[in-house]
């Protein structure tokens, strides 16, 4: 059962504020390199994906009482939608343009990025609107 505060962290989550670096970097290499994906009809998908993994956020940060445990939410986040975009959307290809011999480089980038976001965005903004 969904509690408050875990809905409350959803709406966090899946808000412009904590999905605002994604969308920033996504839509200038989508330009920058003119890729056939789009991405506006993913903002959906995006948006669910970010508040689920505030939910996550939200739920180790209660049992475990270190904000610092963000870092590993973030880090797993990370790694699945690396995986996610590189196998199933081809986003190093097709966005990046990273030669295939390159792509595994956003298995590396995308866990450091998202520990990051959510340590220091999504986890302030959790604090600001949860307690």
Do not use: C, W
């Not at 506006?40 to 970010?50: G, K, Q, V």
């Not at 390159?102 to 980038?109: G, N, Q, R, T, Y």
């Amino acid at each position: 059962m969904i509690t408050k505060n875990q809905s409350i962290a959803f709406i966090v989550g899946s808000s412009l504020p904590a999905s605002l670096v994604t969308f920033v970097y996504l839509i200038y290499f989508n330009n920058k390199n003119k890729s056939d994906i789009d991405y506006f009809s993913l903002t959906p998908l995006i948006l669910i994906a970010f508040g689920i993994g505030s939910i996550l956020n939200y739920i180790v940060i209660q049992k475990l009482k270190n904000p610092n445990y963000s870092l590993l939410v973030g880090v797993f986040f990370g790694l699945s939608l690396s995986f996610i975009g590189r196998f199933v959307i081809k986003i190093p290809k097709k966005t990046f343009k990273l030669k295939p011999n390159h792509e595994f480089i956003v298995h590396i980038i995308a866990p450091f990025i998202y520990a990051l976001i959510f340590r220091y965005n999504i986890q302030n903004l959790q604090k600001i609107t949860i307690g």
